[in-house]
């Protein structure tokens, strides 16, 4: 009787992993592309991954630099971490010009606030004490929404604030920091590029136009800018944006939703925490249903 109940638990675990039931599920990640296909494929997916950027460091890190010479100078009361890859990476550059111990030792100065855990990670393998850190989902909202909440330990108005950015600048949580009172430098430190090879996305692209996919995953705003770039300049923008209404489109955030939504996008679901995992999972456990019932309302 174990050994049957034992088939039965593993048949039904099987089954739980099974969930996409051989639907087509296109990814646009880079660096963690073999991850995700690998995650699709377990959770019974046809997985396509088309790498849809490449992080590129900044041809003048003059910005980083002046920020450096700053926060040496005592001229800034806190400094703000976004993302785990721009602290490492604003800290190569300061290592340029100064030894990394007294970069370090100039943090543990200042009032640091950390937007999610990437960055704590980073600041608390370098023993810096964290002043702030930004609940689930991690947004510039929840950012203000902690200072707002902490304004005694992390006061704005009057303050010199130094804004660690990621890829692209972001403009809502500057203009409310200054609204706030705030004087805020914005510290950028690497961007985001096109992959050196587009042809997957573009042929990506072209599967979609041909309805060839049912679910994309999306785990960043700039994955969104991009395939949206490249699609323009393939005249299949409207091919697309109609695919996309057709299909599931599964948004790992609040933050990457909101850049769908800027293109006239609307995602189908976000998952519980904004994971890779969790998308994975959760795209699996309801794109059925979601298809079936995009396919009723037509």
Not at 66 to 87: Q, S, W
Not at 164 to 186: D, F, H
Not at 219 to 239: N, S, Y
Not at 247 to 267: D, F, K, N
Request: charged share 25%; glycine share 6%.
């Amino acid at each position: 009787m174990r050994a049957s109940c034992g088939m039965i638990s593993a048949m039904a675990s099987d089954e739980s992993r099974k969930r996409f039931a051989g639907l087509r599920v296109l990814s646009l990640e880079s660096r963690r592309g073999p991850e995700m296909a690998k995650l699709i494929t377990n959770y019974g997916g046809q997985a396509t991954v088309a790498p849809s950027m490449r992080e590129v460091p900044l041809e003048t890190n003059t910005e980083a630099l002046a920020f450096a010479k700053k926060l040496f100078a005592g001229e800034f009361d806190a400094v703000i971490f976004l993302t785990g890859v721009g602290t490492r990476a604003l800290a190569r550059v300061v290592e340029t010009a100064y030894p990394l111990h007294r970069y370090l030792e100039q943090l543990r100065k200042v009032a640091v606030v950390a937007r999610g855990p990437k960055p704590v990670a980073v600041l608390k393998e370098w023993n810096v004490p964290i002043a702030l850190t930004a609940p689930e989902p991690n947004t510039w909202r929840e950012v203000l929404r902690a200072l707002d909440e902490n304004a005694s330990a992390v006061p704005l108005k009057g303050r010199r604030i130094a804004v660690q950015e990621y890829g692209v600048s972001n403009p809502e949580l500057i203009a409310g920091l200054k609204e706030r009172g705030a004087q805020v430098t914005s510290v950028p430190v690497y961007e985001w590029a096109l992959p050196e090879d587009t042809g997957p996305l573009r042929s990506a692209i072209a599967a979609l136009a041909r309805n060839e996919m049912d679910v994309i995953l999306f785990t960043t705003g700039t994955q969104v800018d991009h395939l949206m770039q490249i699609a323009t300049e393939m005249h299949e923008e409207d091919a697309l944006r109609r695919a996309l209404s057709r299909m599931v489109v599964a948004s790992i955030g609040p933050t990457t939703s909101e850049r769908l939504r800027e293109h006239g996008v609307m995602p189908d679901l976000e998952p519980e925490h904004p994971k890779m995992g969790f998308l994975v999972s959760e795209a699996a456990e309801r794109s059925a249903e979601i298809l079936h019932r995009k396919k009723g309302s037509k």
